[in-house]
């Protein structure tokens, strides 16, 4: 591959490019060392409203490859869905659970994907623990009253849950990361059933970048990358696309999905029975022109976790799509796997950062280097997701 496009598909993220231009430059240098490459990234530019561009030029084995990164955004619908304030996020809160209980995808999940399982608890849980502990300590206030001044200070003694509440909340959140997954699991319930407008929208027009993009003769692959919650969006852009474009992938330059930490199957799952997603996810699994590659770790809990994203669409074979996990502990020091795998914010985002032992997993070498997708999964690693 001398020239490739990348289309990246941010996932349900209100902060813009800015950010993971910011991280692609400092893990590109670090990914460079430890592959023995040099990898070159270009300053960030707006190319459109939706689209923000910069070039990377890396040389790998001494062959030069130029790749133009287009980070196609939807933080403005992100941003739009972003829920503020702690008494309605805390409400959406119990909206989701209450929906996800009903419809069954904690039973779902905790029968394929329990790390997903406990993350969906995880918000409601420390939610309820807090209750708990703010009421507990209202409680032992009015006691302490009570054994003091003879008499409970009851007004004291009601304030302490309303003023407790916020601020531990906001003190767990910090390492736990409680609303950013309770909007993410509020998210997948309204982007599987395509209740945003504006988010089938943005699609439309990421669909129409796809073909445009596969229209350019000059380019050799274009490589679509969905990350996160930007993986089924995606997915439903690329089915589009080829109601656009029948021939895509056929035709042209080589084109290519990747998925890295999808959560796929759990749309699938809470999507309608017919049409919709399961429909956008079925016309992709069908497209045997364009490769598809997906990297989700069975440990990262904020995915499907080890579900196959056809696990409720159903597969035509064991070769659609390709899946390989990570394997990061294998592709990071101890010190630095077991700094992560304590943070699922920040195990969810080293699908974008470099390794710390090559020949490995590596973001950079699949989406910068000589190699097309198909390749780079035929010799990176034959290890399953187990």
């Not at 159903?314 to 700094?339: C, I, M, N, Q, Y």
């Amino acid at each position: 591959m001398r020239r490739r496009r990348v289309l990246y598909v941010h996932g349900f993220d209100p902060r813009g490019p800015s950010p993971y231009h910011q991280m692609f430059e400092r893990e590109a240098a670090l990914q460079a060392g430890v592959d023995g490459a040099q990898i070159t990234v270009g300053p960030r530019k707006a190319a459109s409203k939706t689209t923000a561009e910069w070039d990377v030029v890396s040389i790998y084995g001494g062959v030069e490859t130029q790749t133009r990164y287009s980070f196609l955004r939807w933080d403005d619908v992100a941003r739009s869905l972003w829920t503020r304030g702690d008494v309605n996020l805390w409400r959406e809160l119990w909206a989701w659970v209450g929906d996800y209980r009903t419809r069954g995808a904690f039973a779902y999940a905790r029968a394929g994907a329990k790390p997903g399982y406990w993350a969906m608890l995880t918000p409601p849980l420390g939610l309820l623990n807090l209750l708990f502990d703010t009421a507990l300590a209202a409680a032992l206030l009015a006691w302490l009253g009570w054994r003091i001044a003879g008499a409970p200070p009851g007004a004291l003694a009601g304030l302490v849950p309303v003023l407790l509440l916020p601020v531990t909340w906001r003190w767990v959140d910090a390492t736990w990361n409680l609303a950013w997954l309770s909007r993410c699991f509020a998210f997948i319930g309204l982007g599987a059933r395509g209740g945003s407008a504006a988010l089938l929208e943005r699609e439309a027009e990421f669909a129409a970048d796809i073909v445009a993009a596969c229209a350019d003769a000059s380019i050799d692959e274009v490589l679509i990358v969905g990350h996160s919650q930007g993986a089924p969006v995606a997915v439903q852009a690329l089915s589009r696309a080829l109601a656009l474009r029948p021939d895509l992938g056929a035709a042209g330059p080589t084109l290519s999905l990747l998925t890295l930490g999808q959560p796929i199957s759990i749309w699938s799952f809470l999507a309608p029975a017919k049409g919709g997603f399961r429909q956008d996810v079925a016309a992709v699994r069908d497209a045997r022109d364009i490769f598809w590659l997906d990297v989700t770790s069975p440990s990262d809990s904020v995915s499907a976790c080890g579900l196959s994203p056809l696990d409720v669409v159903g597969a035509v074979d064991e070769t659609r799509p390709a899946r390989r996990s990570p394997h990061f502990h294998l592709s990071l020091s101890p010190k630095t796997f077991w700094r992560i795998r304590l943070r699922p914010f920040a195990f969810h985002f080293q699908y974008l950062c470099a390794t710390e032992v090559a020949d490995t997993y590596s973001y950079f070498r699949m989406i910068c280097g000589p190699a097309r997708l198909c390749d780079f999964a035929d010799g990176w690693t034959q290890a399953t997701v187990d």
